[in-house]
């Protein structure tokens, strides 16, 4: 599938729903691709992208950075704190932000760097312990602390279980985002985006059916 496919995907759905034309953003997931394949969508004029780790991002983005200036880059994966100086200086934005610890490390460093990358909150809907994010229970509490260290909080991010119905989940985070007055959703997939669209995705993360599947 192209990129330009995914898009005319992506306008229907917003037609469907009942949504602004454009009101979703495409993150193009280019974690583990290689930088051919990344320059050919660059050179299409997509700008939007998503990668997992900050060493990967590190070694790949400052140069196409360089060669196409209006590039944004978002942190989709997790993030460890001892990579969170790095993440500050080289992201857009971060999709991760998920425990106490790291909120007080980023805020720390956005400080002493003078720059503040957008910040989104993972919601484990899921409750899944072998996955990252917030507990939806805890959620209103740690969105509070957060804003209570003025990190930049624009919205939240899901990834739901795989075995079970996405929309459930999308339809959580929303409800859950509402409440708290933030107005951002990172949700959606390639096999779901979607259906979250229809739910208020406004960033949705698409990776093999843009690039072609990947090779570890």
């Known amino acids: 599938m192209s990129l330009s496919e995914i898009k005319t995907r992506i306008q229907k759905?917003?037609?469907?729903?009942?949504?602004?034309?454009?009101?979703?953003?495409?993150?193009?997931?280019?974690?583990?691709?290689?930088?051919t394949r990344v320059q050919a969508v660059l050179e299409?004029?997509?700008?939007?992208?998503?990668?997992?780790?900050?060493?990967?991002?590190?070694?790949?983005?400052?140069?196409?950075k360089e060669q196409f200036a209006?590039?944004?880059?978002?942190l989709i994966g997790p993030l460890q704190t001892n990579k969170?100086?790095?993440?500050?200086?080289?992201?857009?934005?971060?999709?991760?932000?998920?425990?106490?610890?790291?909120?007080?490390?980023?805020?720390?460093?956005?400080?002493a760097q003078g720059k503040s990358p957008d910040m989104f909150i993972q919601i484990?809907?899921?409750?899944?312990?072998?996955?990252?994010g917030v507990m939806p229970a805890d959620a209103d509490v740690f969105i509070k602390e957060c804003r209570d260290l003025d990190l930049p909080i624009?919205?939240?991010?899901?990834?739901?279980?795989?075995?079970?119905?996405?929309?459930?989940?999308?339809?959580?985070?929303?409800?859950?985002a509402?409440?708290?007055?933030?107005?951002?959703?990172?949700?959606?997939?390639s096999s779901d985006f979607e259906r979250a669209i229809a739910l208020g995705a406004t960033h949705v993360r698409v990776g093999s059916a843009i690039f072609g599947a990947r090779t570890y």
């Open 70 to 74: 209006d590039v944004k880059v978002h």
């Open 13 to 35: 759905a917003e037609e469907l729903a009942g949504r602004t034309a454009g009101s979703t953003r495409l993150i193009a997931v280019s974690k583990v691709q290689p930088d």
């Open 124 to 132: 484990n809907t899921g409750e899944e312990p072998q996955k990252a």
């Open 44 to 64: 299409q004029g997509h700008r939007l992208f998503g990668e997992n780790k900050v060493q990967e991002a590190e070694g790949k983005w400052p140069a196409f």
């Open 154 to 176: 624009i919205g939240l991010m899901v990834i739901p279980p795989v075995d079970e119905e996405a929309s459930l989940h999308f339809a959580l985070l929303r409800k859950i």
């Open 84 to 111: 969170v100086k790095n993440a500050v200086a080289l992201f857009d934005a971060i999709h991760a932000v998920d425990r106490p610890k790291l909120a007080r490390k980023l805020a720390a460093e956005i400080q």
């Open 178 to 189: 509402q409440r708290n007055g933030l107005t951002d959703l990172s949700m959606g997939m």
